[in-house]
């Protein structure tokens, strides 16, 4: 072990095998983790002992995990992972505008998660970066966007998509959010339209930045931009 003090992760989940699991990847990775499986200890353990991140279930015993999320935010901006046994709820997370700076869906692989922690680890300490910052130029008025100069040669959707994206790089947009951003109507477009959408946009910014890929899916949610 080095002299450096290791990042401490809470993990909050009433599965303890899982917990466990998770734990172990932590520590394996080099983060300090500590556990809890009742909702209603998150808060005082926060308050007594702030940790560096915390990966949070939604279905918890004694306070489910959105209240707990929400009291959180009212006095800490601690990363925060939320995780859900269900994809579907996962939109509904969103809209409730929780301020979680990622979303997992169970089951996971806890390598996935490990993964998905040292991201937002990495964008809290970049703090929000604008798009400017990743190379990218995006022309509100004349409705063009550019890569270190270079067009993309967007269509409007696609512009629309990536100005979206870019609004907040490292944010996870679901496929619903992202259509009420595409189309003032979107009766006849599925969520398989973004997709197709994302595609081509992905293809673009490849064509200006072969090295880079610049929009990740995120399992079970929808996209984000990378940093
Ligand atoms: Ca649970």
Not at 69 to 88: Q, Y
Not at 111 to 120: D, F, S
Request: with cysteine.
């Amino acid at each position: 072990m080095s002299g450096e003090s290791a990042a401490k992760i809470l993990i909050v989940e009433d599965e303890p095998k899982l917990a466990a699991l998770l734990g172990d990847y932590f520590r394996a990775s080099g983060y300090e983790a500590s556990w809890i499986a009742d909702g209603r200890e998150v808060v005082p353990a926060v308050k007594a002992n702030p940790p560096d991140l915390i990966v949070l279930d939604l279905m918890l015993p004694g306070r489910d995990g959105l209240d707990v999320c929400r009291e959180l935010r009212t006095f800490t901006d601690v990363p925060l992972v939320m995780v859900t046994a269900r994809v579907e709820e996962i939109d509904r997370l969103l809209g409730l505008e929780l301020g979680a700076d990622d979303y997992i869906c169970k089951p996971f692989s806890p390598r996935e998660v490990v993964a998905r922690v040292k991201a937002v680890f990495r964008r809290a300490s970049r703090g929000s970066v604008p798009a400017s910052a990743l190379g990218l130029t995006i022309d509100e008025h004349h409705y063009v966007a550019a890569f270190d100069g270079k067009p993309l040669d967007l269509t409007p959707v696609e512009f629309r998509l990536l100005r979206t994206l870019a609004a907040a790089p490292g944010r996870v947009f679901s496929r619903a959010q992202l259509l009420d951003n595409l189309y003032a109507d979107h009766r006849v477009v599925t969520d398989r339209t973004v997709d197709s959408h994302v595609k081509n946009l992905r293809r673009k910014l490849q064509r200006a930045s072969p090295d880079r890929e610049f929009v990740e899916s995120v399992y079970g949610v929808g996209y984000k931009l990378e940093l």
